[in-house]
């Protein structure tokens, strides 16, 4: 059973409780009351007559002059009380005498032993509603005294009217029970219709979102806590679309990287093959041909043993324990330029640097390799007889920063490729960076070494010109707390 029905169904059941139970409360009230009124106005008219009956008799006897009237003579004055009351069509009366026999009886029912009983033992007023033939009727009785005898005087009037109007009001209350609750289901299914509209878009919304529509967004209006719910669907749904756009780009970086490895592979190990099967193959092989051939099967093997050192240094960069120490600036740039001399010396290039001094806290090995790849990438890029450029400096007083920066005037880097080339295994010019001994792993590397680091990575480059990459360090002695 969807929601709907069941906010319709209970909703209806309470306000038909509802209505129905307050109408029968007010009848059941108008009822008693009605009845406790018709009981004292018969307990007035049941005094009345016994003090009529008194009167009469008291004024019959005076009347005949006698000392006491006869029980014949009372029953006289019964008849003739009877005959003149306005009450004669509602009221009946029924006298007993001190044995219970009936002395005069113009009821239309009959008086029950127990009625009797109670009255003559109690020597009180009782009263007592009964069913006869359809009609209602309250009897009242009392014990008297009339010329020294003892009487049983019950008078009983007719109430069937009361409950008549009862009868009718709770027939009445029934069927305007029905129609209020006819009307108000109505009413309720078309409120509750209106009212879930937004739980059916919602629900739509979700659906579609489930369905791996992750683009879809539920519009609400208002500040209701279906208004609240969407918006919280919409955040998640941002974060699912985000994660999953995640997923798709990691899924397919790692496609890439498998195909860019395989590949990056396949050519020194066919060469290294290929190579090796011809000295393993051809008979009269010449020491000229025998040092070429070997001396491409090392530098081959050398490729792959540098694919692999940068591979395997990617991978498990961040993840073994780093060591992170405070080194001067002065000292890191120094020792850089005494281990770069060798390579800047073989291809005519000059290494200019400049540095501020200042208090660096990183992993020195790793925050070196860093370097070294940035100024051995702008080697690679320069011709002979161009400068490289080291630069550290210190950020303005109290804002705890030191940029380093390498800047070459090589090649330069297209625009387009800026965003790419920081990839694992991609390669601006291939043919020239495989000939040069490059992998496409320098500036991948870099650039996570300068993320452990917490340090902003920036790389700019105009083609023909040359290439400026610059990183900045935070300074501080709880940088690398986590």
Avoid at 79 to 99: G, N, Q
Avoid at 161 to 178: A, P
Avoid at 359 to 374: A, G, H, P, Q, R
Wanted: some cysteine; charged content about 25%; aromatic content about 6%.
């Amino acid at each position: 059973m969807k929601l709907w029905q069941k906010t319709f169904i209970w909703t209806l059941i309470i306000v038909m409780v509802a209505v129905s139970s307050t109408s029968i409360i007010i009848l059941k009230n108008n009822y008693d009351i009605s009845i406790d009124r018709q009981i004292n106005n018969t307990l007035s008219e049941h005094e009345y007559l016994i003090s009529n009956i008194k009167n009469r008799i008291i004024t019959e006897r005076r009347k005949q002059n006698a000392v006491l009237l006869l029980p014949s003579q009372i029953l006289d004055v019964f008849r003739d009380i009877m005959a003149a009351t306005d009450s004669k069509e509602k009221t009946t009366i029924a006298l007993y005498d001190e044995e219970g026999q009936v002395q005069y009886h113009n009821m239309m029912i009959r008086i029950s032993d127990e009625f009797y009983n109670a009255i003559n033992a109690s020597k009180k007023t009782h009263k007592q509603i009964i069913r006869s033939d359809n009609r209602h009727w309250l009897l009242i009785g009392s014990s008297i005294s009339l010329e020294q005898q003892d009487y049983i005087f019950i008078s009983s009037t007719d109430i069937s009217e009361i409950y008549t109007i009862y009868e009718e009001q709770l027939e009445f209350t029934k069927w305007f029970t029905i129609s209020i609750s006819l009307e108000s289901a109505l009413f309720l299914l078309v409120l509750i219709k209106l009212l879930m509209v937004p739980l059916t878009r919602l629900n739509r919304a979700t659906k579609r979102i489930a369905g791996g529509d992750y683009s879809e967004r539920i519009q609400i209006k208002g500040r209701d806590e279906l208004s609240e719910l969407a918006e919280n669907m919409n955040i998640m749904a941002d974060s699912v679309e985000e994660n999953i756009m995640l997923l798709s780009e990691t899924a397919e970086n790692r496609r890439q990287f498998i195909n860019n490895l395989t590949h990056e592979m396949k050519t020194p190990l066919t060469s290294i093959l290929g190579f090796a099967d011809i000295i393993r193959i051809k008979r009269n092989i010449t020491s000229k041909e025998l040092s070429e051939y070997s001396g491409i099967i090392v530098e081959e093997a050398k490729r792959l043993k540098n694919l692999s050192g940068k591979l395997m240094e990617l991978i498990t960069v961040g993840e073994t324990n780093l060591e992170f120490v405070s080194i001067s600036s002065r000292e890191l740039v120094n020792q850089i330029q005494l281990v770069l001399k060798p390579i800047l010396d073989k291809n005519d290039i000059t290494l200019m640097t400049q540095c501020d001094e200042n208090i660096l806290t990183v992993d020195c090995e790793l925050f070196k390799s860093m370097i070294l790849n940035l100024i051995d990438n702008a080697i690679k890029a320069s011709k002979s007889g161009k400068t490289i450029y080291l630069t550290g400096t210190s950020g303005l007083p109290f804002s705890q920063s030191f940029t380093i920066t390498v800047r070459d005037e090589g090649i330069g880097i297209a625009a387009e490729e800026l965003n790419k080339i920081t990839e694992p295994f991609y390669m601006v010019d291939k043919a020239r960076s495989r000939k040069a001994g490059g992998a496409g792993l320098g500036l991948a590397l870099c650039k996570r070494i300068a993320e452990i680091h917490n340090a902003d990575f920036q790389i700019s480059s105009t083609l023909g010109t040359g290439t400026t990459i610059t990183i900045t360090l935070t300074t501080g002695d709880d940088i690398h707390e986590k």
